[in-house]
């Protein structure tokens, strides 16, 4: 079993930074991609970014194109997310997730075996 925890989170202000972690423990760990959501009070979960583990090709929802950067650390915490100019509309809970097997549907939550439990991302306008 593999445990996905994810750190960073917090309050700022709107054009401000944070950087998310995802660390993941438990059994040997190689997935396919690594990816970000987030769910808003009353939204459905989205799709943000994700990044393959091998050859760490990204992709991103169009939203935070240019502001937002995910990236992996094969040695140690396995993904993180820099978020710069944050809005007012990004506040939602971010959630990590992997994916062990190839899949063309990196954007699909379906499509992730593993979850972690999220953390709150809220920015004030």
């Known amino acids: 079993q593999v445990q996905l925890v994810e750190s960073g989170g917090g309050l700022v202000q709107a054009g401000g930074s944070l950087r998310l972690s995802c660390a993941a423990s438990g059994r040997t760990f190689s997935p396919y991609a690594m990816g970000w959501f987030r769910q808003a009070p009353g939204k459905e979960r989205e799709f943000v970014a994700a990044?393959?583990?091998?050859?760490?090709?990204?992709y991103y929802v169009d939203s935070v194109k240019g502001r937002f950067t995910i990236s992996r650390d094969k040695a140690k915490t396995p993904v993180y997310l820099q978020m710069n100019n944050l809005k007012p509309e990004d506040t939602a809970v971010y959630y990590c997730a992997a994916t062990l097997g190839f899949t063309p549907y990196v954007r699909n939550p379906p499509e992730y075996n593993y979850w972690g439990q999220g953390t709150q991302v809220t920015v004030s306008s």
């Open positions: 990044v393959t583990w091998a050859g760490g090709n990204t």
